[in-house]
């Protein structure tokens, strides 16, 4: 695991968005997207470079995370809908290779276990940017998900449903019991995982992610498993690690043919 510390969150997103180009410019066939704040920053360095650097998304496959089971088509909170207006309206991605969980699907199972073929299909997803949750969680993977969850229906905390209350004009009420998300094991699947977390508030989830014990009860330690993972952070969300100065040390020091 890589842990760069940035100097503010404006560029933890640019170096988030620079390695996901790199993948994209290397003929990655499948990438996975995020939704929540944490990623936009990132979103908008792909905007600008398919912009001005000639990126393309076409032919790329693109996969959400998770979804919210029960909003209409449309909502602008569902994540299907939020991922188009941030991100991939904005490159050229084609709309039918930007794939989501079908949280208005009749039968629930059925639809997990469709969105796991898919991912399947496109063959290995190169990069997967991920936020993270203030009680660690992963997608939508909340404390005590199995280590090798795959997607599935999951139950909101009570903690997660209120910080994501911000985005149904803060009523509670609006905000959905239930999810599908990519478990676990399916987010490991992915070559590289690069996770974003900027703000104090992440700071004891980002500790315990990294620095705490792989436990079910931290979802997001399920990083220390996995061959290849980068985490960027800015100064706020690395208050709680202990190992600071190593982390410094060794992106100062990082040889000049590694790449991230
Ligand atoms: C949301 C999403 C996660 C996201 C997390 C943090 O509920 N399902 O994918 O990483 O919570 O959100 P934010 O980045 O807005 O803090």
């Known amino acids: 695991m890589e842990l760069v510390i940035t100097d503010n969150a404006a560029e933890a997103g640019v170096l988030a968005g620079r ?3 790199d993948h ?14 944490s990623p936009l920053g990132a979103y908008r360095e792909l905007i600008r470079q398919y912009r001005e650097q000639e990126l393309s998304f076409l032919g790329v496959q ?15 909170q569902s994540y299907a809908q939020f991922i188009r207006d941030e991100f991939t309206a904005h490159v050229d991605f084609t709309d039918s290779d930007v794939h989501s969980p079908d949280g208005r699907a009749a039968d629930i199972p059925a639809a997990a276990a469709d969105y796991e073929r898919r991912i399947a299909a496109s063959g290995r997803i190169s990069v997967q940017i991920l936020g993270i949750g203030a009680n660690g969680h992963l997608g939508f993977n909340e404390p ?5 969850s795959r997607t599935r229906v999951k139950t909101l905390t009570p903690k997660t449903r209120a910080d994501n209350a911000r985005f149904f004009d803060g009523d509670l009420n609006q905000v959905p019991t239930h999810v599908l998300t990519q478990g676990l094991g399916t987010i490991s699947d992915a070559d590289h995982l690069v996770m974003i977390a900027t703000g104090e508030g992440k700071a004891d989830a980002v500790a315990a992610a990294v620095e705490g014990p792989v436990s079910a009860f931290c979802p997001a330690s399920i990083l220390q498993m996995h061959p290849h993972v980068t985490v960027i952070v800015d100064p706020a969300a690395a208050t709680n690690l202990k190992a600071v100065d190593y982390y410094r040390f060794a992106v100062q020091n990082k040889p000049a043919w590694q790449s991230f």
Not at 25 to 34: E, M, S, T
Not at 62 to 76: K, R, S, T
């Open 62 to 76: 693109a996969f959400l995370l998770d979804e919210y089971i029960g909003l209409p088509a449309g909502h602008p």
């Open 144 to 148: 005590g998900s199995s280590l090798r």
């Open 19 to 21: 390695i996901m180009a």
């Open 24 to 37: 994209v410019r290397r003929g990655a066939r499948a990438i996975g997207l995020a939704t929540g704040s």
